[in-house]
């Protein structure tokens, strides 16, 4: 009885596959189909073309045939998915590049203005400094530029770190006579060490309280130079505009201030109130 039945299997997978070629080659309709139909018509020609195969297969090799389950649709269905996948990350990709690139131009154009802010503030102190050096100073300590007087805090320890040491504590210890000298000497002895800025600083520190506003205000031009972000850089510019002040040049104490504002906005407050002294004091323009 099996056997029966295999026989009848094979001569229904032969009708087909003789069926096949009938199929495939009779002519469609003139009329065009629609989507459906034709994927239908498709179908059938790939279920007949399978069961051709399979009929050959057992015919030319007499062994059982593994019928594998037609999924090509799911997988194009699949593979269409992940293309769609895809082209979405490449989209969002592009996106972020076009924000990334857009931030970056903005970035340089920043830094390019900040540079050129640099250069004409660089321009400004270097003009106001030569101001001071052309105009004429008070006479006594301000006559001149900046120099050490002849005290025994000015010699150099032949070391940068020991002799910013040394002339902190002569401040420190209220010897400004000393600690002028001392830190006069260190800028000229190290003008290239990391500590020559702060050491200007001081060093105008010490000729305001003599009185020498003239010396003072070269000495502090010399500290900002760059306007560094440190903690004793925006007294040192308050103190060059209250020098400004005291040489009778609001216009440049005003400027001073304005560039005090700018660069250092989150100042101390003692230095803030300082500052605002010192406007008042030049008559600025709010």
């Known amino acids: 009885m099996r056997k029966g039945r295999t026989v009848l299997t094979v001569l229904a997978l032969a009708v087909l596959a003789t069926a096949g070629p009938a199929l495939s080659q009779t002519p469609m309709p003139e009329d065009p189909l629609d989507k459906r139909d034709a994927k239908r018509v498709e179908r059938m020609e790939k279920v007949v073309r399978e069961l051709r195969a399979i009929v050959f297969q057992l015919r030319d090799t007499g062994k059982p045939v593994v019928v594998q389950p037609a999924d090509t649709d799911a997988r194009m269905d699949e593979l269409a998915a992940r293309i769609t996948d895809l082209e979405q990350s490449l989209q969002r990709l592009n ?38 050096a052309s ?8 006559a001149g530029a900046p120099t050490p007087g002849p005290t025994a805090g000015a010699a150099p320890a032949g070391d940068p770190a020991q002799d910013f040491a040394q002339a902190r504590q002569l401040m420190l210890a209220g010897d400004y006579d000393s600690a002028q000298a001392a830190f006069a000497a260190f800028v000229q002895a190290w003008p290239d060490d990391p500590k020559a800025p702060e050491a200007s600083y001081w060093w105008g520190k010490t000729l305001s309280v003599r009185g020498a506003n003239a010396d003072a205000a070269k000495a502090y031009i010399g500290a900002i130079r760059g306007w ?18 005291a040489l009778k040049k609001p216009d440049d104490a005003c400027q001073t201030l304005a560039e005090f504002a700018k660069r250092y906005p989150k100042a101390p407050a003692n230095v803030m109130s300082r500052a605002a002294a010192a406007r008042a004091q030049a008559n600025c323009a709010a």
């Open 228 to 245: 560094p972000k440190t903690p004793w850089a925006p007294d040192a510019v308050v103190e060059l505009a209250r020098a400004l002040v």
């Open 135 to 142: 105009g004429e100073p008070a006479p006594g300590p301000d």
């Open 95 to 132: 996106g972020s590049l076009e924000v990334t690139t857009h931030e970056l131009q903005v970035e340089k154009r920043d830094n390019e203005r900040l540079r050129g802010d640099l250069d004409a503030l660089s321009q400004r102190l270097s003009a106001l400094e030569q101001r001071l």
